[in-house]
């Protein structure tokens, strides 16, 4: 964010181009190679993505190298509004930088 402050990106499958999200189906999702958008503009040397619900995004190689100074301080995980009544599951959650490589990997309920 151009002031320093903060903001969220968000991936949702289904503005991936893989259809709708499947119900009873155990979906895989590379978000690393998907298309985000943010709450609010992110504007950094000449790079700007604006404020969107989805209809403006980018990918995080794109944002990275636009906001090179960024920093990820929390990730979470939602569903989100366009899927009323699901109920889902998430495992295998990896984040890979130049400095860290985790893996969530949340054990059946």
Do not use: M
């Amino acid at each position: 964010h151009s002031s320093g402050g903060s903001a969220t990106l968000t991936f949702e499958p289904y503005l991936q181009g893989h259809g709708p999200v499947q119900a009873d189906v155990w979906q895989a999702w590379e978000a690393d190679k998907g298309k985000w958008y943010t709450s609010q503009e992110l504007s950094c040397d000449g790079y700007t993505l604006p404020a969107s619900g989805g209809d403006t995004t980018d990918s995080l190689a794109d944002i990275a190298a636009g906001c090179s100074d960024a920093v990820i301080d929390t990730l979470g995980v939602n569903i989100g509004p366009n899927n009323p009544s699901s109920v889902v599951a998430t495992d295998g959650i990896r984040i890979v930088t130049s400095n860290l490589n985790i893996a969530y990997d949340f054990q059946p309920k």
